[in-house]
């Protein structure tokens, strides 16, 4: 498992394993971010796996799961106050990461990052947020 830095702050990566905590532990995470739903696959971690290794090391864990295409407002407004409050560098994962990405650039966008910006750091780590881009060009209209 490898995480992405999206930026000096925030990283996302795909489903972890307990084991994976304990290397995110060591390259310094505070906070861990999961945002996937438990039974979403029958070879996924439960939540409290990941949770109980996280708080072994200290580090802060959020539950925000997002079903895979039904991503709303509630779920960017509950991300959005994890990013504003947890501490720092955060972990975000799903089973690819692209749900936590989406969550962060559309709290992001909400807060004034350029979409154009946003585009460009999720292409640089291979994720497509042109579709992220989009829906924050419409709630600027």
């Not at 995110?24 to 979403?40: F, H, L, Q, S, V």
């Not at 991503?71 to 991300?79: G, Q, S, T």
């Not at 972990?91 to 460009?120: D, F, H």
């Amino acid at each position: 498992m490898k995480a992405k830095k999206i930026t000096d702050d925030f990283s996302v990566a795909e489903q972890l394993l307990p084991d994976d905590v304990d290397e995110m532990a060591a390259a310094g995470y505070k906070t861990i971010i999961c945002n996937r739903p438990d039974g979403e696959s029958f070879d996924q971690p439960i939540r409290a796996e990941i949770q109980a290794v996280a708080e072994e090391h200290e580090i802060d864990f959020r539950y925000i799961p997002v079903v895979s295409g039904q991503l709303n407002l509630e779920d960017i407004a509950k991300f959005t106050e994890a990013l504003d409050d947890a501490e720092r560098p955060i972990l975000a994962y799903c089973r690819s990461g692209t749900r936590s990405i989406q969550l962060w650039g559309l709290a992001n966008g909400l807060k004034g990052m350029a979409p154009e910006e946003i585009v460009k750091l999720g292409a640089e780590h291979g994720y497509d947020l042109r579709g992220v881009a989009g829906w924050l060009a419409q709630q600027s209209e």
